[in-house]
């Protein structure tokens, strides 16, 4: 199918991920200021994020409550409401207040997060198409564009409040265009006439494989700013271009695993992703440059981008499809612990240890993908872990 086709089909959960990645791009390359201006060490900053993934975690549990109900608004809702949270964390230095509005953007980017990709698996499989490394692309450039003009933003000397609000805005405009006529998520709730299919092991280690990936990729994304800023000594704007490169080349790198589903394995695909990535988040950590640092950055990210919606495109194919929407929604909730709880644990993790071995510690954890990568192959076979 023509690139432009496919962009027109997804093009509301797309643009949901879009904004997503503008919001949470904003975030990473801000960080170093909103730790300055909420005063606090990094695992002082870890602590007050945990907050955000409890939030989430809520979130996810009632989305698909909340997308049954809400039918074919549930998504655009949702976005409005994830775009308006992230206003919030800039606009306060209270160690009181901060932990709330980080919870505000957990909850809507749960909410969010489970909603659009049960929309793109549904589609995926309504159209026998891949698009999930389509979707997560955008991701990528939305967060890309937003850390670097964050970090011009920062360089000109913005506060964080602006900056954090300005760029809601931006998403804010994204989101009003997810609406879609025929945007009902079907599937959504577990059917009580008796016909609803198991959902088995496959969503739990495809969501294993997620939690991995994203634990990783966001941690990665969120701590890189500070690592070349302050364990390397660069500027804000050099700071920026960390998690900038890091998402950039995930976004092209997932344009190009578009064609790769359809050509390599998908399981390969996974643990040749996870040795890769394993391998830059190394060579980040031994840095002793910002150019080296970057150099891992852009490594890590060609072997991170495939993992997260490879996964996620197998869970939603190989399921039943009454449970489909079910099970791509398991995935999620699972998928974003590590989402959430990465970056509050690299933290906490950088603040007794250092930055460098907060990076080790993301290589040991990809490795585990060589592991469940296989045993999600035998439970796609029916024959369990």
Not at 134 to 162: D, K
Not at 226 to 238: A, K, M, R, V
Not at 317 to 333: G, I, Y
Not at 361 to 384: H, N
Request: charged fraction near 10%.
């Amino acid at each position: 199918m023509p690139f432009g086709q496919s962009l027109a089909l997804a093009r509301a959960p797309l643009l949901a991920f879009a904004a997503m990645g503008v919001l949470w791009g904003t975030f990473a390359a801000v960080l170093p200021d909103l730790k300055a201006m909420l005063g606090v060490d990094e695992a002082r900053l870890g602590q007050l994020m945990l907050f955000t993934p409890l939030a989430a975690v809520g979130a996810m549990l009632v989305a698909p409550r909340f997308g049954a109900l809400a039918g074919r608004m549930a998504l655009p809702l949702a976005a409005v409401a994830m775009a308006c949270a992230f206003a919030l964390p800039g606009q306060t230095a209270s160690l009181l207040l901060f932990p709330l509005a980080m919870m505000a953007c957990g909850a809507a980017t749960g909410l969010t997060d489970v909603l659009m990709n049960a929309r793109v698996a549904q589609i995926e499989n309504d159209r026998k198409l891949h698009l999930m490394n389509l979707c997560h692309a955008a991701y990528s450039f939305g967060y890309a564009g937003a850390a670097i003009g964050t970090g011009v933003m920062r360089g000109a000397g913005w506060a964080p409040g602006a900056v954090m609000g300005a760029m809601a805005a931006v998403a804010g405009a994204m989101v009003l265009l997810t609406w879609e006529a025929d945007g009902r998520i079907t599937g959504l709730r577990k059917p009580t006439d008796g016909s609803s299919a198991r959902l088995g092991w496959l969503p739990v280690l495809g969501g294993g494989i997620v939690l991995i990936a994203f634990l990783t990729e966001n941690a990665a994304e969120s701590w890189s700013a500070l690592h070349i800023e302050q364990t390397l000594g660069g500027s804000p704007e050099q700071g920026a271009l960390g998690p900038a490169a890091l998402a950039l080349t995930m976004a092209f790198a997932r344009l190009a695993g578009q064609g790769l589903l359809s050509r390599i394995n998908p399981f390969r695909l996974l643990m040749g992703g996870a040795v890769i990535a394993a391998v830059g988040a190394l060579g980040a950590a031994v840095a002793s440059s910002p150019a080296m640092a970057y150099a891992g950055f852009v490594v890590m990210g060609i072997g991170a981008s495939v993992i997260a919606p490879t996964a996620f495109s197998l869970v939603g194919r190989l399921s039943a499809p009454q449970a489909r929407a079910r099970a791509v929604a398991r995935a999620t909730l699972l998928g974003y612990f590590g989402y959430f709880f990465g970056p509050p644990a690299l933290g906490m993790i950088a603040g007794s240890f250092g930055l460098r071995f907060a990076f080790v510690f993301a290589a040991v954890m990809l490795m585990a993908v060589l592991v469940l990568s296989p045993l999600m192959q035998r439970a796609s076979r029916g024959s369990g872990p």
